[in-house]
């Protein structure tokens, strides 16, 4: 298991594939609401829902799964948990 720290300027992560193998991504948003988007490699949609502060998202990571995701951006609103994050780690807030 590897933690990578990727940060979002602006508040996005361009939509993308993972190439793992054997491997699952863990995705947690926090302090904040995170817009996500997601397509199954099969898929013609595009599917967008909301990660809220403290929510996690589990998928495979692997070429053959070909998940494309990506954050399109960020809520401006901070939780209190958030905004105490942030003052405590000033790391979170290009996270």
Known sequence: MATIRYEAPNGRFPPHVDHCKDSAVFLVSLGRSANF???GREETEVRRF???S???LVFDASTEAG???????IDVAASD?????AQEFPVFRTH
């Open 37 to 39: 988007m997601v397509r």
């Open 50 to 52: 909301q990660l809220q």
């Open 54 to 56: 403290g929510d996690a």
């Open 67 to 73: 998940l494309l995701h990506g954050v399109e951006s």
């Open 81 to 85: 948990a958030g905004e105490a994050l």
